[in-house]
């Protein structure tokens, strides 16, 4: 009995070895941080940016400077859809423009009364692309009102998009680090996302993995139509992913990458704000299934808290497989911290991070069961049917 109870535990300490092996050197060095170039020339290409706004007159300001002083040979056009803000997000907004002395390029629309079916974000989205139809762009640019874009950010995206015949060209862009909680948790969200959705996977027509970020996504107008617009996808909670995935299952090309000087103003003060904001959408990424919340979180025990666990086994074939396998998470990770100019130290806490996004993703599916889903601008999203499963 003690025999099969340590080889038991010695399978164990293996398996997360072997997975470890393979993320490392066959999951499409999802772990090296893929960097936007910069551009040598910005080609004349004409784009309308599309910035969906609820009660975000804290950063709408900086937000549309941002977009409005991109170095372009076609100057940029933004177009703001306030969707029922209570805050003043719509003046604010004009008032930036007016201050950078481009007033002209902005439109701000009056977000419709949501339609049902549709999400909120998704149905401003949607009101914003047919306002810019007016511009006949080449590119649109899907942006949030949080995200601060370097002067030459849209230049770099529709010069990478013309060289490489892209269709959605998207960027995850950097986010904020400022407080304990963020530097703990904000590059490992990065980290997780891209194992979900590895870049050079999404880029390569052999794979079916398709994936965007939706605080920055460059798109085609013709793509974007091809794939059925978005009321295609009307309903998604994670609709970056969802139109990724729509707009190459219509043969487009994609690309998604970091950028480090194009990047978030929003700032998680707490952990239990960035435990929301993973408990909002965790459940709906795993299709409400149980089974597969399961699968995750038995995945997640054994690929990240199994290692250090086992790591001080008194048997040293256990011990060596488990510290081996905590060696090889935290050279996965690292590239990542550094990427975000944290100490090295922080990549020794992935296995707690782990547990505590183990922990975001259970929140998310017990809010579900009990009809309450996530929350967001006041918002209740994912939420489930009466009577549903």
Same mark, same amino acid.
């Not at 978030?264 to 952990?271: A, P």
């Given at each position: 009995?003690w025999?099969e109870t340590?080889m038991l535990?010695?399978?164990? $300490?293996?398996v997360?070895l072997a997975?470890w092996?393979?993320?490392l050197? +066959? ?9 936007l ?6 080609p ?5 940016a599309v ?10 300001g900086r937000a549309v ?6 170095? +372009? &040979?076609? &100057?940029l056009r933004v177009?703001?859809v306030?969707?029922?803000?209570t ?6 907004a ?6 950078a ?6 439109t ?12 909120? !974000?998704?149905w401003?989205?949607?009101?914003g692309?047919?306002a810019? *139809? ?10 949030d ?10 230049? $770099?995206?529709?010069a990478?998009a013309?060289?490489h015949?892209?269709d ?5 862009v950097r ?16 980290f ?7 870049p050079?996977?999404i880029?390569?027509?052999?794979? !079916?993995v398709a994936?965007?970020a939706?605080?920055c ?6 793509? +974007? $139509? ?7 996808i009307?309903?998604?909670?994670i609709d970056d992913?969802?139109?990724a995935?729509?707009? !190459?299952g219509?043969? *487009? ?11 978030s +103003?929003?700032?998680y003060?707490?952990?239990?704000e960035?435990?929301a ?15 597969r919340l399961?699968? $995750?979180l038995l995945?997640l025990?054994?690929?990240y808290?199994?290692? &250090?666990a ?14 081996a ?5 935290? %050279? ?6 550094r990427?975000?100019r944290?100490?090295p %130290?922080?990549?020794l806490l %992935? &296995?707690?991070v ?19 889903g *996530? ?6 999203q ?5 009577g549903?499963?």
């Amino acid at each position: 009995m003690w025999a099969e109870t340590v080889m038991l535990i010695a399978v164990a $300490a293996a398996v997360p070895l072997a997975i470890w092996l393979y993320l490392l050197l +066959l999951r499409g060095r999802f772990w090296l941080p893929r960097e936007l170039p910069p551009p040598a020339h910005a080609p004349r290409a004409g784009v309308v940016a599309v910035v969906p706004a609820r009660n975000e007159a804290g950063t709408i300001g900086r937000a549309v400077v941002s977009l409005l002083a991109q170095e +372009l &040979p076609v &100057p940029l056009r933004v177009i703001v859809v306030d969707d029922g803000s209570t805050d003043g997000t719509a003046a604010a907004a004009r008032a930036a423009a007016a201050a950078a002395g481009a007033a002209e390029r902005l439109t701000v629309l009056p977000g419709a009364p949501l339609e049902q079916g549709w999400t909120g !974000k998704l149905w401003a989205m949607s009101q914003g692309v047919a306002a810019a *139809g007016q511009f006949r762009p080449d590119y649109l640019l899907f942006t949030d009102a949080d995200i601060e874009h370097d002067r030459r950010n849209v230049a $770099a995206l529709t010069a990478h998009a013309e060289a490489h015949r892209l269709d959605l060209t998207s960027l995850m862009v950097r986010l904020s680090t400022a407080t304990f909680a963020e530097r703990c948790l904000i590059p490992a969200f990065v980290f997780f996302f891209f194992k979900l959705y590895p870049p050079r996977r999404i880029a390569s027509t052999r794979s !079916k993995v398709a994936g965007a970020a939706g605080g920055c996504m460059l798109i085609r107008p013709a793509a +974007l $139509a091809r794939a059925g617009g978005l009321a295609a996808i009307r309903g998604r909670i994670i609709d970056d992913c969802a139109l990724a995935a729509a707009v !190459k299952g219509s043969g *487009g090309s994609l690309w998604l990458g970091l950028t480090r000087t194009t990047r978030s +103003l929003r700032v998680y003060g707490s952990f239990g704000e960035i435990g929301a904001m993973i408990s909002r959408t965790a459940f709906n990424q795993l299709r409400h299934s149980w089974w597969r919340l399961a699968a $995750a979180l038995l995945g997640l025990l054994v690929t990240y808290l199994a290692p &250090p666990a086992l790591a001080f086994s008194p048997a040293p074939a256990i011990a060596g497989c488990a510290a081996a396998a905590w060696v090889l998470m935290t %050279l996965c990770y690292l590239p990542m911290v550094r990427f975000y100019r944290l100490t090295p %130290l922080y990549a020794l806490l %992935l &296995p707690a991070v782990a547990l505590f996004y183990a922990g975001a993703t259970l929140h998310s599916a017990v809010r579900y069961a009990l009809g309450r889903g *996530g929350q967001w601008k006041g918002r209740a999203q994912d939420v489930r049917a009466a009577g549903g499963a």
